[in-house]
């Protein structure tokens, strides 16, 4: 509640604040008044004073790649979150949103939505429109701010199940009224997840029809691309990527950008060198990364693209060699079966074991091991994949347009979000750039870093009045300590939370004191608007 008689609710004071902007840090007070930061400098008396002395003070930071789609539903506190200092979240990315469902296929989205890698945590939906996910959503009352994406791989499904071709005139029609609805509902663009079914028998047509939608509502694209060097040219995903973007007409983001192979190990300087191209030309393209050398996905990421879970059963012997085959393939340039642990399965059975170890207490090879697994648990299993290499994600880290993003979860380590083994970013992605790249390594100054964490994806996503520290900003702040900020979550012991994230408000609330939740929620959804911004409720 805001206080009276021009008395302002919080002053924060002496702090170092870092504004998001880029620009140097300055000492000066803020001063909050309801949702909105009110003064910047010279800050009258408040209700709640709170000493920042050498602490840094600045915007909440936003993760614009997240998966909490269901998790917010589940445990909306998003203790993982909030205590990086995270205020908002983008979900419904790589194509995979909970919205729409088609009618009478809620069964089969399920295992859909579950075959790629992703929990339901018991959640039972309810809805089959991207505005009635939405509704549940926003009655939920998370405590941070989510902005919701539409999946092109969800609103295939829908229209066409995983049918392993292009789609129809009358489908594509389909598609469209689905894709309206979701941006009339207020999501903020549109997912893809070509790497993944059944986003990958799309063609570059299909993808431009849907954006054709976004552009009217000035959304943004957001792709999870063909290839990042697993599975075939990562410079020409590139390429595809931006010409959907720009046949469109709407802003492309590159998602969790980064050479997933050993294939294109160190070359990241040439697709950063394409994409530089590509922005010297007037393309708005962007990217984020999370700080990590190991990606979270499903075990089907090793099955070619031209088969469906449903097909396998039936398939020659011929053909199930081709999938073996492809499997050794796509296991050799991730680098071999020791480097992919097994975080979430049936039961448990695998959870925390490593390819190599289960394919050996199975007495099979590793490619034989992966085929079975997916035939046994209908490939209901995700992994992590230690597949990167510390330059690439420096020399990428180090672009200006790349942001930091999680590619995680809100979770919590106990409850219902409790499932299987986490990967580390989901607690630790933004602490352990302050604390590992910009402190330790010095990679990027901690303007850049957040720079990147606040104003470049706010200006990117859209998201009116949030990303900057500025009078008549809305007031979603982080208040940390530049000399002991750092992640403790690990591959190991994953559910660890950070240090040095002292105070959190979100829309002018606190939600973190002293380090820990106060238990208040004060997020709200954001729904995008076809003014170029945010409009809330």
């Excluded at 997912?191 to 054709?212: F, K």
Aim: with cysteine.
């Amino acid at each position: 509640m805001s206080s009276q008689n021009g008395t302002l609710d919080v002053a924060i004071r002496n702090g170092h604040v870092i504004d998001g902007t880029g620009r140097a840090r300055y000492r000066a007070d803020i001063g909050i008044r309801g949702d909105r930061i009110v003064q910047v400098g010279a800050v009258g008396a408040a209700t709640l004073e709170l000493d920042a002395s050498n602490r840094v003070v600045s915007p909440g930071f936003i993760d614009v790649h997240s998966h909490s789609d269901l998790t917010l539903l589940v445990e909306p506190g998003a203790s993982s979150k909030i205590r990086q200092g995270v205020t908002t979240e983008v979900v419904g990315n790589c194509g995979f949103t909970v919205a729409p469902i088609g009618k009478d296929r809620l069964g089969a989205f399920k295992k859909f939505w579950s075959s790629s890698g992703s929990e339901w945590y018991g959640v039972e939906p309810t809805w089959e429109t991207m505005g009635g996910y939405m509704r549940v959503l926003e009655a939920r009352e998370p405590v941070l701010n989510v902005s919701v994406l539409a999946g092109h791989g969800t609103i295939r499904f829908a229209v066409m199940g995983d049918a392993p071709r292009r789609a129809s005139e009358a489908e594509l029609a389909e598609m469209e009224e689905l894709m309206e609805e979701s941006m009339a509902s207020g999501v903020c663009g549109l997912s893809s997840g070509l790497r993944y079914t059944p986003s990958c028998y799309a063609d570059e047509a299909e993808l431009v029809r849907l954006c054709d939608v976004v552009r009217k509502y000035g959304g943004v694209y957001a792709t999870h691309m063909r290839s990042e060097g697993d599975n075939g040219d990562w410079e020409a995903a590139i390429v595809e990527a931006v010409s959907v973007a720009r046949a469109a007409r709407v802003p492309l983001q590159i998602s969790h950008l980064k050479a997933l192979s050993k294939n294109v190990w160190n070359t990241s300087g040439r697709a950063l060198g394409l994409i530089e191209g590509f922005r010297s030309q007037g393309i708005e393209v962007s990217s984020d990364q999370y700080p990590y050398d190991a990606a979270h996905t499903g075990l089907t990421v090793f099955l070619p693209q031209w088969v469906t879970l449903a097909d396998i059963p039936a398939l020659s012997e011929e053909k199930r060699g081709e999938i073996i085959a492809n499997i050794r393939r796509v296991l050799d340039v991730r680098g071999g079966p020791e480097r992919i642990v097994v975080v979430s399965s049936p039961e448990g059975r695998f959870d925390g074991e490593d390819i190599a170890v289960i394919s050996r207490s199975l007495d099979l090879t590793p490619e034989e091991c992966i085929f079975k697994l997916i035939l046994d648990y209908h490939g209901e299993i995700s992994i992590i994949s230690r597949s990167m290499q510390e330059e690439d994600i420096q020399r990428i880290m180090k672009a200006e347009y790349v942001m930091v993003a999680s590619d995680g979860y809100s979770l919590s380590p106990s409850g219902p979000v409790a499932v299987g083994v986490a990967h580390p970013r989901s607690y630790g992605t933004f602490p352990r750039v302050l604390g590992l790249y910009v402190r330790e390594r010095g990679i990027l100054t901690l303007e850049d870093a957040v720079r990147k964490m606040t104003f470049l994806p706010a200006q990117k996503f859209r998201l009116a009045g949030r990303g900057s520290i500025a009078v008549g900003a809305l007031a979603d702040v982080v208040v940390f300590d530049p000399q002991t900020v750092i992640d403790r979550s690990t591959f190991s012991s994953p559910t660890e939370y950070p240090l040095g994230v002292e105070q959190v408000f979100v829309n002018g609330v606190r939600v973190i004191r002293d380090s820990t939740p106060t238990g208040t929620r004060a997020g709200v959804l954001l729904r995008h608007g076809p003014g170029n911004g945010t409009r809330t409720g």
